[in-house]
């Protein structure tokens, strides 16, 4: 009885710790940053990513919190995204993905589009569309409308990576709808700035067309 009191103590001590160092690096929306607050939050959790790390250790184990875990690494993104660990957040993302079935949708959804993000910046394109796909899946399942936006964004993202600009506009164009829809000045902003860089491809598209038929 003793040594289970103890084992008790000791998963209560360790999801204190876990949710302690979750609830110091966690925003409200951890894919839009400006420069120097994105540089701060880096700074900020450099030093407390040991900590972290063991939370998200305990957090994913069999005796652990999995809900607990999976916000952890959804949170941990703009890290592993700044390529200090990139590649130890795949081998996380990979762990936590294995262990979500059954946690809530939005949950889900939003470590699927982490994992999405983070192998998109690496170079995965296809994984990175993979994820993108699932996750709006997810986040229409799950009824959030700007989680469906930021799946959206990602997928018109992805569309532009492969020149298929119809596709990205219309992804981009979903997205700002809902952004709008909410008030969200920074996701405003970023779509704004993808369909003006979007107009200019086409722009010179049209022109060489033009040149092309008059060669």
Known sequence: ??????????????????????????RD??????????????ERVEPDYANCRAGLE??????????LGLHLACALYPYWHSERH???????YERALGLMADQPKAVQAQLVL?????????????????HF??????????GDRRGIALARD???????NTSDLTSARTHVEASLAIHREAGYR???????????????????AREDAAVAGEA
Not at 1 to 26: K, N
Not at 29 to 42: I, S
Not at 114 to 130: Q, V
């Open 86 to 92: 990139g590649s130890e957040g795949r081998v996380w």
């Open 29 to 42: 929306d951890p894919f839009h940053f400006g420069q120097l607050e994105r540089q701060r939050w880096l």
């Open 154 to 160: 990602m997928l018109g993202l992805y569309s532009l």
């Open 1 to 26: 009885l003793e040594r289970l009191a103890e084992a008790g103590e000791a998963d209560a001590l360790r999801r204190a710790h876990a949710e302690y160092f979750l609830a110091a690096i966690d």
């Open 186 to 204: 920074l996701g405003i902003l970023g779509n704004l700035r993808e369909l003006s860089f979007l107009a200019g491809l086409h722009l010179a």
């Open 114 to 130: 982490s994992a999405g993000r983070l192998a998109f910046s690496r170079g995965n394109f296809e994984e990175g569309k993979s």
């Open 58 to 67: 305990w957090s994913l184990a069999q005796q652990g919190d999995r809900v």
């Open 133 to 142: 796909e699932r996750s709006l899946a997810l986040y229409e399942e799950a």
